[in-house]
């Protein structure tokens, strides 16, 4: 369309590709008359629908009440609007600095992310390597195996979402029998989870995939199994002979952040019984304390996680703690946008994290020690902690020891679950 057309004709098509149609109508009407006052261009439209959806998720003043007052400046033109609009993201950002501020209960409005299960046939077996792992941060090598493809838990954060399309939850229909088919090496120790692609446990044994993976650790004891939920979905694992390689972990956030934020996932009591009755069986557990999320309270409420978890269980019991926060690529970002979800989840100074977006160092640190200074020292002598997804230059200041590489640190990792497996075996 020629730039020499009305502006009004030409919004439209500004428009297209940004997050405008996500606005209330009222937000909408409002950005349509600034754009058109001051003759906004197609990046100004991208960045103010940005910021106005922010602020509206995020319950901040909307964006009509944030525009500034353009009398008090001496510019015009486009000066004028690039000054006006520099403004609004400074308030943003100054938004996005200070700390969350959640409901306990949550939102009135909660999502699932993907709800229709369906039965395909696969090419092949979904093994492989960790996919959020980067040569960037310390890993642990962890290999994952694809036993579903998606998950129907509405995790604002999550990514899994974005790396499948649609909202099917696939089960490969022959996957009990590729997997029965697999040969590894029987002198090495592999750790596979099955929490990448999906959750472990919502499932249970639909389409047999939880027998298949129970049979595969029985053939393999020189597997450690990994299955990573947060659910409480375990009755088929009650019901079953449970090998010793079966690690089950629970991935574990204050109530806030699971009312808010874990849409569709078990409450944490529900999550911490249903880890009680695994250990109660003799099975090995864990916990994941991923994403820890910084808002008011955080202290408080993670320090009263940690003490549950720490009077629920010994340390024998438990093989891993791991710490992580949130940690986003551009793609996730945008579909959380795009997804019109009700979240603060963005509500976080998001900087450069290793080629990924996150906290600053100064709060990861904050976090991460807090955590597990909560620890009594039994824990932290008994059991395995470690930081997921993150830098080595965090290790040393939260917990005061380093591996010097991966498979130093995939090492020590497999040497604490072997001692466990064995112990627990006895
Ligand atoms: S540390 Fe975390 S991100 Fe890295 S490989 Fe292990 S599970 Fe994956």
Same mark, same amino acid.
């Given at each position: 369309?020629?730039? #020499? ?12 590709? &940004? ?45 009509? +009440?944030?525009?500034?007052?353009? #009398?008090?400046?001496?510019? &015009? @033109? *486009?000066?004028?609007? $690039? ?7 400074? =308030? ?29 046939? *696969? ?5 492989? !390597?960790?996919?959020?792992? #980067? ?20 995790? &604002? !954060?999550?990514?899994? /979402?974005?790396? !499948?399309?649609? *909202?099917?939850?696939?089960?490969? +229909?022959?996957?009990? %029998?590729?997997?029965? $088919? ?7 120790? !592999?750790?596979?989870?099955?929490? /990448? ?7 249970? %044994?639909?389409? @047999? ?57 078990? #409450? ?13 069986? @003799? ?11 910084? =808002? ?5 409420? =993670? +320090? ?35 997804? @019109?979800?009700? &979240? ?41 902690? =470690? ?26 990792? *497999?040497?604490?679950?072997? +001692? ?7």
């Amino acid at each position: 369309m020629p730039r #020499s057309a009305p502006y009004s004709t030409r919004f439209p098509s500004l428009v297209k590709q &940004t997050l405008f149609h996500r606005l209330p109508d009222e937000q909408q009407a409002i950005i349509e008359s600034i754009a058109g006052e001051y003759r906004f261009t197609h990046q100004d439209l991208r960045q103010i629908c940005e910021i106005a959806l922010d602020l509206h998720l995020w319950e901040e003043p909307d964006i009509e +009440q944030v525009w500034p007052d353009p #009398s008090s400046s001496p510019r &015009t @033109g *486009k000066a004028l609007r $690039q000054a006006l609009i520099q403004q609004v993201v400074q =308030y943003w950002e100054d938004a996005k600095s200070r700390p969350n501020c959640y409901p306990l209960n949550g939102p009135q409005e909660r999502i699932s992310a993907a709800a229709k299960p369906v039965e395909k046939l *696969k090419g092949k077996l979904g093994l492989g !390597y960790c996919p959020v792992a #980067s040569p960037k941060t310390l890993c642990c090598n962890l290999m994952t195996l694809d036993a579903v493809d998606n998950c129907g838990f509405g995790c &604002t !954060y999550c990514s899994i /979402q974005s790396f !499948y399309d649609g *909202k099917e939850i696939s089960f490969d +229909q022959d996957f009990a %029998n590729k997997l029965a $088919q697999l040969e590894i090496d029987p002198d090495k120790t !592999y750790h596979i989870g099955t929490g /990448q692609s999906s959750d472990s446990l919502m499932w249970g %044994n639909s389409h @047999g995939v939880l027998d298949a993976l129970l049979d595969f650790a029985r053939r393999y004891p020189n597997v450690i199994l990994e299955l990573k939920t947060k659910s409480a979905n375990i009755s088929h694992l009650l019901k079953s002979e449970l090998p010793r390689n079966i690690l089950c972990t629970w991935s574990l956030n204050t109530e806030t952040i699971i009312n808010n934020e874990e849409h569709g996932t078990a #409450s944490l009591e529900k999550r911490l019984a249903a880890a009680r009755a695994i250990a109660d069986k @003799g099975g090995i557990v864990g916990f994941h304390f991923h994403p820890m999320v910084h =808002y008011e309270q955080w202290e408080a409420d =993670y +320090q009263q996680v940690i003490k549950a978890v720490t009077t629920k269980f010994k340390p024998e019991e438990v093989a891993l703690v791991s710490l992580g926060t949130l940690t986003f690529i551009k793609p996730v970002i945008r579909d959380i946008r795009e997804r @019109g979800i009700s &979240t603060k989840i963005l509500k976080m100074p998001l900087l450069d994290a290793e080629g990924k977006l996150s906290y600053p160092d100064d709060i990861k640190i904050a976090l991460f020690s807090h955590a597990w200074n909560c620890f009594p020292e039994s824990w932290r002598q008994q059991v395995f902690f =470690y930081l997921c997804m993150e830098h080595q230059r965090f290790w040393e200041p939260v917990f005061g020891f380093n591996y010097k590489d991966n498979q130093a640190f995939e090492t020590a990792m *497999k040497k604490a679950y072997l +001692q466990k497996i064995s112990v627990t075996s006895t």
